[in-house]
């Protein structure tokens, strides 16, 4: 196995340690917001999708003609994540401007 | 060379540690709002280093990717209503995990057309990600449209559907076997990986009932996490890998509190079928023949005011009848002649994981009223009157000592131990699980039969 894929094996798993340790300590209260922003978070897929996205000198030939499938998918994906990331944070905001202290 | 190979890559560290830093200012309502900015500031972090990569040419899709995301996005976070955010929760999840199938799916063509070998590690993670990403996709449609009532809530069973499943998921690890096996030749695989996963997530969650769904999209906010983290292993990306990470094991702790709240495991949850909303009325115990002690809103004017410490149960009934903003004004009538009033909210309350604080947050409750099951149990003892609006099983004392009953240990608010019961109900009808409450028919409690938003703002007018 190469130095550089255990490495992100070791990123994965401490990440994991990490996300337990924080996230135990957010109170059942702050749990909707929780899962929104986690949601948010998860949109991170858009660094992929921007770099798929991106190409433009990969042609498929196909039935339709010259394709670049990459960069569709890329597109499709952009939609999806920014969905994601824009929705998630902005309704996790909107949720939390809600709690109010007494 | 300085952008590609330094700048980027500490951009998306920055960007991790962001992220981490919003979680943990989530820990308190106080610095919650910071928490969601900090960690905002790092998803643009993160979209900015990487439209800095020189692979990255053209920029129409990506522009006309982000602005159709985006207003799709912002529109629905300002329109939806804070009862329907379970379900669109669970269409973000499917959009995080639709997301992570694409960008799976399109590495791997663009490894084919740039004829690279793929090796077969790459491959694995692919087709980690398609299988994950496709199951909380599908996973998540059907999770909303059962919520949304689009779908029945029932559980859809038919003969065979476990091996049907499993043969589902071993085809999809077979697909991807395969498509390491053969490397840059797997063109065939993929798209055979793609709708079989599609399929999986769809069989996948129709056998599970409304009633679960709680469970089922802490799940598949744990899969969209965890199918993230694994397109970060095909681009060899740290900023997926983490980010993914964290939101994988959010949704496992949440997944877990939800079982735990309603004494089932996840195993329970996923495979038994339970839980439909149509549920018929559990045998043994005769509905309605008991006696209750039955009150009208008026005759209860004298225990309020006589009253220390009232304790409101809300549950879903409660926002069902769209009740939150009278509670709330009771409560303050309350307060105004010095009692204390006091929220208790049981881990399944809502429809997701502190959903009712979120309803009642919405009605203007502060925070500091609302109060976890193990903050308020000890405190029955000392309260007058325990208020359960639209709350049934989860006050239910039978799970305490009926070892026959099917609530038997599930945690709940043992409203019995206060001195009045007060129970706003619609009629004597039992609750999801089907079983009747013995609550009900304890020499303290007291019936309040109706609407429960007309009761409470019956009882509001009495107390004015």
């Known amino acids: 196995m190469n130095a550089d894929l255990l490495i992100l094996i070791y990123v994965f798993v401490l990440a994991i340690f990490v996300g337990f340790e924080v996230i135990t300590k957010v109170p059942p209260t702050l749990h909707t917001p929780l899962m929104s922003g986690s949601n948010a978070i998860s949109g991170i897929t858009i660094v992929g999708a921007l770099l798929a996205a991106g190409f433009t000198e990969l042609h498929i030939t196909t039935l339709w003609g010259d394709l670049n499938i990459t960069a569709v998918l890329g597109f499709v994906a952009i939609i999806f994540a920014t969905i994601n990331v824009v929705g998630g944070f902005m309704v996790t905001n909107r949720m939390l401007k809600m709690f109010k202290h007494k | 060379m300085f952008i590609q190979e330094i700048l980027i890559p500490v951009a998306y560290l920055v960007s991790a540690v962001l992220f981490i830093m919003g979680l943990k200012q989530l820990s308190h309502p106080k610095?919650?709002?910071?928490g969601n900015q900090t960690a905002a500031i790092g998803m643009l972090i993160a979209i900015i280093a990487t439209l800095l990569y020189r692979d990255v040419i053209d920029y129409t899709l990506i522009i006309a990717g982000i602005i159709i995301g985006g207003a799709i996005g912002a529109y629905v976070a300002r329109t939806v209503e804070m009862t329907a955010m379970p379900q669109m929760v669970a269409i973000f999840n499917g959009f995080g995990g639709g997301a992570s199938l694409l960008v799976a799916t399109a590495e791997f063509y663009r490894l084919i057309t740039g004829m690279e070998a793929i090796a077969g590690f790459t491959m694995t993670a692919i087709g980690l990600s398609i299988i994950i990403g496709g199951i909380t996709f599908t996973g998540s449609i059907v999770a909303f449209a059962k919520l949304q009532g689009i779908m029945r809530?029932?559980?859809?069973?038919?003969?065979?559907?476990?091996?049907?499943?499993?043969?589902?998921?071993?085809?999809?690890?077979?697909?991807?076997?395969?498509?390491?096996?053969?490397g840059a030749e797997a063109g065939f695989y993929i798209p055979a990986i793609i709708v079989v996963a599609?399929?999986?997530?769809?069989?996948?969650?129709?056998?599970?009932?409304?009633?679960?769904?709680?469970v089922v999209i802490s799940l598949l906010n744990s899969f969209s996490g965890i199918a993230a983290?694994?397109?970060?292993?095909?681009?060899?990306?740290?900023?997926?890998?983490?980010?993914?990470?964290?939101v994988g094991a959010s949704?496992?702790?949440?997944?877990?509190?939800?079982?735990?709240?309603?004494?089932?495991?996840?195993?329970?949850?996923?495979?038994?079928?339970?839980?439909?909303?149509?549920?018929?009325?559990?045998?043994?115990?005769?509905?309605?023949?008991?006696?209750v002690k039955s009150y009208e809103p008026?005759?209860?004017?004298?225990?309020?005011?006589?009253?220390?410490?009232?304790?409101?149960?809300?549950?879903?009934?409660?926002?069902?009848?769209?009740?939150?903003?009278?509670?709330?004004?009771?409560?303050?009538?309350?307060?105004?002649?010095?009692?204390?009033?006091?929220?208790?909210?049981?881990?399944?309350?809502?429809r997701m994981p502190g959903h009712m604080n979120v309803l009642l947050a919405e009605a203007n409750v502060p925070y500091d009223n609302l109060f976890d099951l193990d903050q308020i149990n000890p405190e029955f003892e000392e309260t007058d009157i325990a208020l359960v609006i639209g709350a049934n099983d989860v006050v239910n004392p039978a799970a305490r000592h009926d070892t026959a009953s099917p609530i038997y240990g599930m945690p709940i608010l043992d409203v019995d131990r206060s001195?009045?019961?007060?129970?706003?109900?619609?009629?004597?009808?039992?609750?999801?699980?089907?079983?009747?409450?013995?609550?009900?028919?304890?020499?303290?409690?007291?019936?309040?039969?109706?609407?429960?938003?007309?009761?409470?703002?019956?009882?509001?007018?009495?107390?004015?």
């Open chain 2, 31 to 34: 610095t919650a709002p910071r």
């Open chain 2, 153 to 182: 809530g029932a559980p859809i069973l038919f003969k065979g559907q476990q091996i049907v499943n499993s043969i589902l998921l071993i085809g999809t690890v077979t697909l991807t076997v395969l498509a390491v096996m053969v």
């Open chain 2, 198 to 214: 599609l399929i999986l997530g769809y069989m996948f969650v129709i056998p599970i009932g409304g009633a679960d769904m709680p």
């Open chain 2, 229 to 246: 983290a694994a397109t970060g292993f095909v681009l060899l990306n740290n900023a997926l890998i983490i980010s993914g990470s964290l």
């Open chain 2, 251 to 291: 949704g496992i702790i949440l997944t877990n509190i939800m079982c735990k709240g309603m004494n089932r495991t996840i195993w329970n949850v996923l495979f038994a079928g339970f839980g439909g909303e149509d549920y018929a009325p559990g045998e043994g115990v005769p509905v309605t023949q008991k006696p």
């Open chain 2, 298 to 350: 008026e005759d209860t004017v004298v225990i309020f005011e006589n009253a220390r410490q009232v304790v409101i149960v809300p549950g879903y009934g409660m926002a069902v009848a769209q009740a939150q903003h009278m509670v709330h004004e009771l409560e303050k009538i309350l307060e105004a002649k010095g009692v204390k009033v006091k929220y208790a909210i049981h881990p399944v309350a809502g």
């Open chain 2, 419 to 464: 001195r009045t019961v007060f129970v706003l109900k619609r009629s004597m009808n039992p609750g999801f699980a089907g079983i009747d409450n013995e609550l009900f028919y304890n020499d303290n409690t007291i019936m309040l039969f109706g609407d429960a938003k007309d009761t409470v703002t019956k009882l509001v007018a009495e107390l004015k």
